[in-house]
T-cell receptor, first 112, second 110 residues
Framework: DVKVTQSSRYLVKRTGEKVFLECVQD?????MFWYRQDPGLGLRLIYF???????EKGDIPEGYSVSREKKERFSLILESASTNQTSMYLC???????????FGPGTRLTVL | RKEVEQDPGPFNVPEGATVAFNCTYS??????FFWYRQDCRKEPKLLMS???SGNEDGRFTAQLNRASQYISLLIRDSKLSDSATYLC???????????FGSGTRLLVRP
């Protein structure tokens, strides 16, 4: 079974803090993704990576950065957290040729 | 106009009912189509892919209408455990980028 894990299920941070969200997958997938999910807006792609050290902006990259130093790990960084970044963050992975994406359990981030 | 649109529901049906969801997509060149299921406070998981010829998996049937740019999901003999949000997902250009609809919520009551 594919397993995607995320470092925290719930996180509470203060405005201005730097926040790291970690994601690890164990299936040797080339592609990894970070989404945020908000009511009524669905999943929106923040960043994705198709290889180690490679990244591309998704639809809403502003205020976020990412890091992929190893194939299995993809980190999302909020340089200076703001209240409008309160959301559910979902990491996913998938093969380069496949369409299916496998999701982690999500991190519910609250920024006060 | 959203790239992938779904009726948010909720669809409230009794056990044993048949229920159908539709989803429309904006890009006529879209290549691949899927239904994902998301339980409350859980991550989305692939339910089934949608092929041009349609496909069936037990009580679930998915169909694609390219001419009208919509896909559908039919659930027969609804179970309480079918209660979830169903996400319509489209791959628009054969890249690894998937476009997710905002989901249709289904509630199956006893």
């Amino acid at each position: 079974d594919v397993k995607v894990t995320q470092s925290s299920r719930y996180l509470v941070k203060r405005t201005g803090e730097k926040v790291f969200l970690e994601c690890v997958q164990d299936m040797d997938h080339e592609n990894m993704f970070w989404y945020r999910q908000d009511p009524g807006l669905g999943l929106r792609l923040i960043y994705f990576s198709y290889d180690v050290k490679m990244k591309e902006k998704g639809d809403i990259p502003e205020g976020y950065s990412v890091s992929r130093e190893k194939k299995e790990r993809f980190s999302l960084i909020l340089e200076s957290a703001s209240t409008n970044q309160t959301s559910m963050y979902l990491c996913a992975s998938g093969t380069s040729g496949g369409d299916e994406q496998f999701f982690g359990p999500g991190t519910r981030l609250t920024v006060l | 106009r959203k790239e992938v649109e779904q009726d948010p529901g909720p669809f409230n049906v009794p056990e044993g009912a048949t229920v159908a969801f539709n989803c429309t997509y904006s890009n006529s060149a879209s290549q691949s189509f899927f239904w994902y299921r998301q339980d409350c406070r859980k991550e989305p998981k692939l339910l089934m892919s949608v092929y041009s010829s349609g496909n069936e998996d037990g009580r679930f049937t998915a169909q694609l209408n390219r001419a009208s740019q919509y896909i559908s999901l039919l659930i027969r003999d609804s179970k309480l455990s079918d209660s979830a949000t169903y996400l319509c997902v489209v791959n628009m250009d054969s890249s690894y980028k998937l476009i997710f609809g905002s989901g249709t919520r289904l509630l199956v009551r006893p």
